[in-house]
């Protein structure tokens, strides 16, 4: 069972910058792919941004050229970093990851964007 453990958010101004971290446990993370998802109150889940296991990013058209997924297979860890922050993106963020075994997620972790 692969567990997932986020980091890295916090309240920010609007127009801020703000860097998510997943790290993940066992040993073929270089063959997962990886992504992060969001929700808002009211709102489903939606996928923001993933990474497959040859590098491939794909993002939703809401935070295209403003947040950037990437990873570093020697840590295990998955980063998005989110840049030019709006009140809309303030939701709490998941990390999660598929194999050819499954699909595991992360706890969350709360983006809050406000003055």
């Known amino acids: 069972q692969v567990q997932l453990v986020e980091s890295g958010g916090g309240l920010v101004q609007p127009g801020g910058s703000l860097r998510l971290s997943c790290v993940a446990s066992?040993?073929?993370?270089?063959?997962?792919?990886m992504g992060w998802s969001r929700q808002a109150p009211g709102k489903s889940r939606e996928v923001v941004a993933s990474?497959?296991?040859?590098?491939?990013?794909s993002y939703a058209a809401s935070v295209t050229g403003r947040f950037t997924i990437f990873r570093d297979i020697a840590k295990r860890t998955v980063y998005l970093q989110m840049s030019d922050l709006k009140s809309e993106d303030t939701a709490v963020y998941y990390c999660y990851g598929s194999s050819n075994t499954g699909n595991f997620w992360g706890q969350g972790t709360q983006v809050t964007v406000a003055s």
């Open positions: 990474i497959s296991s040859i590098g491939q990013r």
């Open positions: 066992g040993s073929d993370f270089g063959r997962f792919v």
